[in-house]
């Protein structure tokens, strides 16, 4: 049995940081590809970043360069810097994984386990 459960979300100014956290339970964790998904109102739920099981991350357009995705594979998590957040970066923010998720990390449907999401509001 598999789960993730988020932390880390909260409210900040614009220009403000806030790093989220995913930790993972079950043996999925070290072979899997983490991703970070959000979902404002009103709107798709889109991919922000993705690890790996190598550690090889890939960010959305929208937050490059400001966003940073790692692993800490001691502890079991997932973890998602985010910096200079805006406006636009507030949403639900979700963890999920899959064994495997290549190009298509920023499509919801490839991934398996999801958590139960964490708020960030940016104002």
């Known amino acids: 049995h598999v789960q993730l459960v988020e932390s880390g979300g909260g409210s900040v100014q614009a220009g403000g940081s806030l790093r989220l956290s995913c930790g993972a339970s079950g043996s999925i964790y070290g072979d899997a590809c983490v991703g970070w998904l959000r979902q404002a109102p009103g709107k798709e739920r889109e991919g922000v970043a993705a690890?790996?099981?190598?550690?090889?991350?890939s960010y959305a357009d929208s937050v490059k360069g400001r966003f940073t995705v790692s692993r800490d594979n001691a502890n079991n998590t997932v973890n998602l810097m985010m910096n200079s957040l805006q406006p636009e970066d507030t949403a639900m923010h979700y963890c999920?994984?899959?064994?495997?998720?290549?190009?298509?990390?920023?499509?919801?449907?490839?991934?398996?386990?999801w958590g139960l999401g964490t708020q960030v509001t940016v104002s």
């Open positions: 690890i790996d099981s190598d550690g090889i991350a």
């Open positions: 999920a994984a899959t064994y495997a998720c290549g190009s298509s990390w920023s499509n919801s449907r490839v991934f398996t386990y």
